[in-house]
Structures are given as C-alpha cells and as structure tokens.
Antibody
Framework: QVTLRESGPALVKPTQTLTLTCTFS??????????VSWIRQPPGKALEWLAR???????YYSTSLKTRLTISKDTSKNQVVLTMTNMDPVDTATYYC????????????WGQGTLVTVSS | SYVLTQPPSVSVAPGKTARITCGGN??????VHWYQQKPGQAPVLVIY???DRPSGIPERFSGSNSGNTATLTISRVEAGDEADYYC???????????FGGGTKLTVL
C-alpha cells in the first residue's frame, strides 16, 4: 500500500522560509520512473502544481514560483523536502505531496495535506 | 504557459448523466487525468490517460478527449458524487504540471 504524509509548520511569518517534508512508504524513489510532486491549494481555490523530483534526481518547478522553490530527496529515508523562501500571506494553502509516474504524469495517491498559514 | 478551462459549476439530478468539460489548445494531443475532491479531503484520481479508471473507481466514471476538449462523464449520478472535479495534464513543452480551475458538481 502506497501512502504519503506531509509534515511541517502550521504557521510561518511573512518573509520566512517554509520547509515541508513528504514521508512516503510503499514505493522507492530509487526505482526507475518514480517521482514525487508538491501541489498546493489556497482555501476555497483551485489546485496549483509546484514542483516535481524524479528517481534520477531531475527536478521541475512551477515557472511562476521557480525562484523561491527547492525540491530535494533523501532516498534512504523515503522523504522529499520542499523549501519555499520569502513566504507571503498569499502562500497560505494546504500543501500536498503525491506520487507521480514519469511515464504517465498523473498524481496518485496524494497525501492528506498540511495547512500552512502565513501570518505575522 | 498551457491553460486548462473548466466550467465553475455543473448541476445534475440524481440518476442522470453529468458531463464536465476541460478545454485546452489541442488538448486531444495530451493525456488528461481527472481528480475528485470532496470537502476537507485530498484529491483522488478517478480517470487517467483520458479514459482509464483506477481500481476501485465505479464504471459510472468515464472520460474522453479529442480536439480542444476533454470530458469527464459520470453516469447515473449519486448524491455521493457531489464534489469538486479537476482535470490535469503535464505540459511537456514547459515541463509543468497544469490543473484546470475545477468544477463543482452539485447533485440536485
């Protein structure tokens, strides 16, 4: 059974750096074709794709957020970490991680999500 | 960047058929995936590769994709189908994941 779980601070202050960790089980990021993505959803709004890291360490970022995002993986710990710098109240959202297959590029399954609020 | 356009809302009576569209420039040349999201829950994949259903998804859910429009069809709609639905593609020209704006399905 594949599961993913997001963890990180529930509250960050404006200008701070957010660090989120996705801990997963049931698959390995060292397996060819496996990838993990981060997606966010502001309250009441649509899903927004943020970043993706592949089994071979290829990385992809949202064009609009590229300068603020860094994605990395620790294969031995089955974890993917996303950092987002210079947080702003508009970044308040539920942040999800999800497995993605390089071949098909669909997200399945998703973690439960973690709500991050940006406020002073 | 590639844009996916969905109607904000669709309403349907129980037992009828709901069709949710996802528009994009030559979307028929891309693989489209669909997600169902109920309030307070994470999205769940309901259709991948335009028309394939993951295990556990009822046969009432189907998909099609041609030209500039992809469509998620839900037959014999039930109250439990009420949710937000999102289409998604991977834009290989920019190496970006792209989601539509979402459609709220209301079961009357």
């Amino acid at each position: 059974q594949v599961t993913l779980r997001e963890s990180g601070p529930a509250l960050v202050k404006p200008t701070q750096t957010l660090t989120l960790t996705c801990t997963f089980s049931g698959f390995s990021l060292s397996t060819s074709g496996m990838c993990v993505s981060w997606i966010r959803q502001p309250p009441g709004k649509a899903l927004e794709w943020l970043a993706r890291i592949d089994w071979d360490d290829d990385k992809y970022y949202s064009t609009s957020l590229k300068t603020r995002l860094t994605i990395s993986k620790d294969t031995s710990k089955n974890q993917v970490v996303l950092t987002m710098t210079n947080m702003d109240p508009v970044d308040t959202a539920t942040y999800y991680c999800a497995r993605i297959f390089e071949m098909g590029n669909w997200f399945d399954p998703w973690g439960q999500g973690t709500l991050v609020t940006v406020s002073s | 960047s590639y844009v996916l356009t969905q109607p904000p809302s669709v309403s349907v009576a129980p037992g009828k058929t709901a069709r949710i569209t996802c528009g994009g420039n030559n979307i028929g040349s891309k693989s489209v995936h669909w997600y169902q999201q109920k309030p307070g829950q994470a999205p769940v994949l309901v259709i991948y590769y335009d028309s394939d259903r993951p295990s556990g998804i009822p046969e009432r859910f189907s998909g099609s994709n041609s030209g500039n429009t992809a469509t998620l069809t839900i037959s014999r709609v039930e109250a439990g189908d009420e949710a937000d639905y999102y289409c998604q593609v991977w834009d290989s020209s920019s190496d970006q994941g792209v989601f539509g704006g979402g459609t709220k399905l209301t079961v009357l």
